[in-house]
């Protein structure tokens, strides 16, 4: 964090792996009161749907007194984005507004219950479609199909 602002830096790849992690780090700085989110994807080198879901459910649920950043994404990040109609509710920018924060403290990456990354890729699409109706058509199957996917009682080694 740098003052009030939580920055977020990704390196790599955003996917369903590090989305439960953004989840929690999220919710918990806005139970602690922050509302400006920066997600800076200098080192992003993509992003899949679970991953932008959990970006546009973030902002929503940070609501008009809050603002998600997306900062320094790659073209190809920038057009699947605007396509998806993260524009809609995320502010794309080119560059940072303000102080850049420290260097980061915490690494998102994890191994979450295979339950806990199952419900966070639905709400993620979910959250995808909230952004842009015309994502229903895109993720449907793929909401119904987790949805009713019955969790197996062992994990699978």
Known sequence: MAGQTV???VAGRGTFQNSTGLKEFAAEMTQRGHRDFVVDLKDCELMDSTFMGTLAG???RLG???KLH???ANERCRKVMKNLGLDRVVAVEEEPTGNEPPPPLRDA???PPREAK???IIEA???LVAADPANEVRFKDVIEFLQHKEPPDQPSS
């Open 109 to 111: 990456e994890g191994n």
């Open 118 to 120: 199952r419900e966070t």
């Open 70 to 72: 997306v900062v320094r």
């Open 125 to 127: 699409h979910r959250n």
């Open 64 to 66: 008009p007194e809050g």
């Open 58 to 60: 973030v902002a929503i």
């Open 7 to 9: 920055w977020v830096r």
